[in-house]
């Protein structure tokens, strides 16, 4: 059984830093695109950044410059580095991954993890 587990959230004071991680585990060859994602209640999920197997990067223009995305082949995990943070900030952040099984390809979703900035 395939999974993806986030860890990391928390309260933090804006202008704060928090670091995201992503693992995934469970019977899988490879990995393919990892992502972040945040939803506040009543707004649609949106993405915040995304890693290609290759390694190429995209952010949403409110992080640009302020978060990192990253990944570790090795560890199959996931990385998300928020630095100068705003309460505008605040949300659940989502990982997802695009799993490559029995040569087909799947988008797995985490559970989410808890992110809070106070002014």
């Known amino acids: 059984q395939v999974q993806l587990v986030e860890s990391g959230g928390g309260l933090v004071q804006a202008g704060g830093s928090l670091r995201l991680s992503c693992v995934a585990s469970?019977?899988?060859?490879?990995?393919?695109?990892m992502a972040w994602y945040r939803q506040v209640p009543g707004k649609q999920r949106e993405l915040v950044a995304r890693?290609?197997?290759?390694?190429?990067?995209n952010y949403a223009d409110s992080v640009k410059g302020r978060f990192t995305i990253s990944r570790d082949y090795a560890k199959n995990t996931g990385y998300l580095q928020m630095n100068s943070l705003k309460p505008e900030d605040t949300a659940v952040y989502f990982c997802?991954?695009?799993?490559?099984?029995?040569?087909?390809?799947?988008?797995?979703w985490g559970q989410g993890t808890q992110v809070t900035v106070s002014p």
């Open positions: 997802n991954a695009d799993l490559v099984v029995l040569a087909r390809t799947y988008r797995y």
């Open positions: 469970g019977s899988f060859s490879s990995i393919n695109a």
């Open positions: 890693i290609t197997g290759g390694s190429r990067t």
